[in-house]
Structure formats: C-alpha cells, structure tokens
C-alpha cells in the first residue's frame, strides 16, 4: 500500500486559532471522524480507496521537514477510507487560503493512526521500503531521520 503525503490539512471550524495554545492533538484527525486533505493533482487518491498518509504538524505541513526536523517526532502514519471524489479547491471570499488554490480535496474517514517513527521501526528493513529526505545544514548533508533518531 502507498504511502501519500498530502500537500496540506486544513483544519476544520471547530480550531479556535486565535487561542492563546493549541495542542497537536486537537488538530490531529481522530480515529472514526472524517478529516479532509490536499493533494497535487497527479499524486491523489480515489474514492473508496484506503490509504496510508503522512499527517505532520503545522509548520512541516507548510514548509516541509526541513523547516522542522523536531517535527518529524510528533508527525503520524493514518490508515483512512477515501470518502469521495477529488474537489479543485479554488479561492473564494469564503475560502481565500491561496496555498489551496489548484489543490484537489478529499474527504477521509480515519481508520487508524499511529506515531510515525515507531511505524517506520516496524517496516521491513530492505532499502526500498521507506526513506526520508536529506537536507543541507551547517555540518553538510544530513538525513532528516539523523535529526530526530
């Protein structure tokens, strides 16, 4: 099964944004409830498909792990049924989030989650199985998994 990172999830009206904290678990979709999702258009899933996705925190959503390598230590692995066709998301006066604009958004019921790196612990170990990304930092190249292990 495919693993598919989507490119956004946005949060739901129940959030309180300008709280003054907001815990990960709160925006962490919960098993049972549906969540939606973004993808690119040639990297997105099919209604009644179930996939694995990557849900990562706030700011490595935006930017990536690179951004946040501590992140990759609160991001989690969701088994989740796609619950329907792909929407093009297009800002509107409703919904003027210009990082949505040209997205496709499903909606997910979440079957199952779990945190990312004990998941990835339990992956066979062959070389082709999982790999994260290398990033350039101060000391040279490093893997992002060096950051967080």
């Known amino acids: 099964m495919d693993i598919y990172w989507p490119t956004f999830w946005p949060n739901g009206p129940?959030?309180?944004?300008?709280?003054?904290?907001?815990?990960?678990?709160?925006?962490?979709?919960?098993?049972?409830?549906?969540?939606?999702a973004c993808f690119d258009k040639h990297d997105q899933p099919h209604a009644g498909d179930t996939v694995r996705?990557?849900?990562?925190?706030?700011?490595?959503?935006?930017?990536?792990?690179?951004?946040?390598?501590?992140?990759?230590?609160?991001?989690?692995?969701?088994t989740a049924n796609v619950c329907s066709e792909a929407t093009l998301v297009s800002p509107s006066d409703g919904n003027p989030h210009l990082i949505l604009q040209g997205k496709y958004r499903h909606a997910l019921r979440i079957l199952a989650r779990e945190r990312l790196l004990p998941a990835l612990k339990n992956f066979p170990s062959d070389t082709n199985s999982w790999r994260l990304p290398v990033t350039a930092i101060d000391r040279g190249i490093t893997q992002l998994w060096d950051e967080v292990h």
């Not at 944004?17 to 939606?36: E, V």
């Open 53 to 78: 996705l990557l849900w990562t925190p706030p700011v490595s959503d935006i930017n990536g792990w690179s951004e946040q390598p501590s992140e990759i230590a609160l991001s989690y692995l969701l």
């Open 14 to 36: 129940e959030i309180d944004h300008s709280a003054p904290t907001l815990t990960l678990d709160k925006l962490l979709p919960d098993i049972g409830g549906t969540a939606f």
